[in-house]
């Protein structure tokens, strides 16, 4: 527990003090007119007071993810400690800032049109392309991953299958309503009720894991990957723990929905704590949740609660059922079902976004909502077809989205460094620069490991592919920086 507790100290430092660096090197202007107020037009960009823009930014950037992916990280240890810690801090939060601050700059733009503006042109239809697929892979998971816990908690037939086919389809009818809806009419009422649920769970177990006091491993008695019986058996830590756990440390994802809040800000003063703070909190979260599950997995905790599984659903409502009660088991389910939904109507939303502000369309107008959104209901109900066909398609989309979430990470990474390198001097860029060099070693290793890409066995392969990509990214974004310098 010494280590949750140092962890949980350096997450609140972090943003007190390497979250002030960041925005001193980015320059918010108090003064400055944000698109909020200067394209208000009651759809997309509206002001919304900036608690309620904090919260909704939370919850759309964390989803199940600081749960999920912390709970299935713990099985490596306290490894995943430090990397819930040292990439919210120096890779998560400076990647969500930056582009949410970059798009205020930019007048609400999303990130291809960011890209378009601070790179090649070439880059801007790549990060269209990764951008779209992404959301559109949120979007499904997010539809089945609810429906499956729906299916089983709240049957209606008494046959599983239908009952999940039921939810499945009042889950996508609720997206295409809220993904059309302006988005102060559900988004800003209702969300910010969801976000504090989720905050509020995490704030009581982390109460209970004080009282409880368990026996979890710490830093000091070593960072191996503990428990090949649980689940992970050959998986080194490095690629995977940095792929497992994504919302609770850097995930592509927010730089997609940090445009979203862009738009409802009134004062750029207020960035850093919605897009800095929101991810902060979300490494809070997942750092708990870490706790949690170690202890469940390494201190006789899933005894104590009854369970039989390890699954990461399994864990949050035991959980929540044997150490909150009634209420507890509640907010499992809020936590589990709600939390997801909620941020597949975000992607879907931005999936709209994006594509109006590539093609220059108005999105005032109902009939213009419509036109763009039912080409991407349309591929989604698609995959989701796949996934439901396919007795093993929800892992396997599953593994993409948690390969493609990374390696948008690593993309948007490069372009707040060219932003750096053009508009900010000396060596600032590094802010930005040395995350994506990691990462981009990691999602390149993992493509050549991992099955859905080239499934080699050698352990060095990988690393040396990801080494040379890396050094060939670091050459590139050098003549680039020199280029720029002579300008």
């Not at 798009?103 to 951008?131: D, N, Q, T």
């Not at 879907?348 to 093609?359: E, G, K, P, Q, V």
Request: proline share 5%; charged share 10%; with cysteine.
């Amino acid at each position: 527990m010494y280590s949750f507790l140092i962890s949980l100290v350096a997450l609140i430092l972090g943003y007190f003090i390497y979250g002030s660096v960041v925005d001193r090197i980015f320059g918010p202007d108090p003064a400055a007119v944000t698109p909020a107020v200067s394209k208000n037009d009651g759809v997309d960009y509206v002001p919304m007071p900036t608690w309620k823009v904090f919260m909704v930014q939370f919850l759309n950037i964390a989803g199940t993810g600081p749960i999920f992916g912390a709970i299935m990280g713990a099985k490596f240890g306290p490894s995943c400690f430090l990397w819930i810690v040292g990439g919210s801090i120096f890779a998560g939060a400076v990647h969500d800032y930056m582009t949410g601050m970059l798009s205020m700059r930019c007048g609400g733009a999303s990130l291809p049109e960011i890209v378009g503006k601070y790179s090649h042109k070439s880059m801007k239809s790549l990060m269209l392309g990764f951008s779209l697929l992404l959301l559109l892979l949120v979007g499904t998971v997010f539809v089945y991953s609810p429906a499956l816990i729906l299916g089983d908690i709240a049957s209606l037939s008494g046959n599983r299958e239908t009952s999940i086919m039921f939810w499945v389809g009042i889950i996508f009818l609720y997206y295409i309503v809220a993904t059309l809806l302006p988005v102060d009419k559900i988004i800003g009422r209702f969300y910010p009720i969801f976000a504090f649920a989720l905050l509020f769970m995490a704030a009581a177990l982390g109460v209970c894991l004080l009282m409880k006091w368990p026996s979890i491993p710490e830093f000091w008695d070593g960072l191996q990957n503990r428990t090949p019986m649980l689940g992970i058996k050959g998986q080194d830590i490095f690629p995977a723990l940095f792929i497992t756990v994504a919302c609770g440390a850097i995930s592509g994802f927010h730089s997609t929905q940090s445009p979203i809040m862009a738009r409802c800000l009134k004062n750029e003063k207020m960035g850093r704590p919605v897009f800095f703070g929101a991810m902060i909190t979300e490494g809070i979260v997942a750092l708990i949740w870490a706790a949690v599950a170690s202890y469940f997995f390494f201190d006789g905790g899933m005894e104590e609660v009854g369970a039989t599984s390890a699954q990461a659903p399994v864990v949050v409502t035991s959980v929540a059922k044997s150490w909150l009660g009634l209420f507890g088991g509640v907010l499992a389910i809020l936590g589990v079902v709600a939390a997801p939904i909620t941020s597949g109507d975000t992607a879907f939303r931005s999936a709209r976004l994006i594509l109006a502000d590539f093609i220059g369309m108005d999105q005032k107008k109902k009939i213009n909502r419509l036109i763009l959104g039912i080409p991407i209901f349309l591929i989604a109900s698609l995959l989701l077809w796949f996934n439901i066909a396919d007795e093993n398609g929800f892992n396997v989309i599953w593994r993409y989205f948690g390969w493609a979430n990374q390696m948008l990470a690593t993309l948007s990474l490069w372009i707040v460094t060219f932003f750096l390198m053009k508009e900010r001097s000396g060596v600032k860029f590094l802010i930005s620069a040395v995350p994506a060099v990691f990462m981009g070693c990691v999602v390149v290793t993992y493509i050549c490991i991992d099955h859905i890409g080239l499934g080699l066995d050698s352990r060095w392969i990988p690393l040396i592919v990801g080494i040379c990509a890396v050094s060939s990214s670091i050459y590139m974004a050098y003549k680039y920086y020199k280029v720029r310098k002579a300008k």
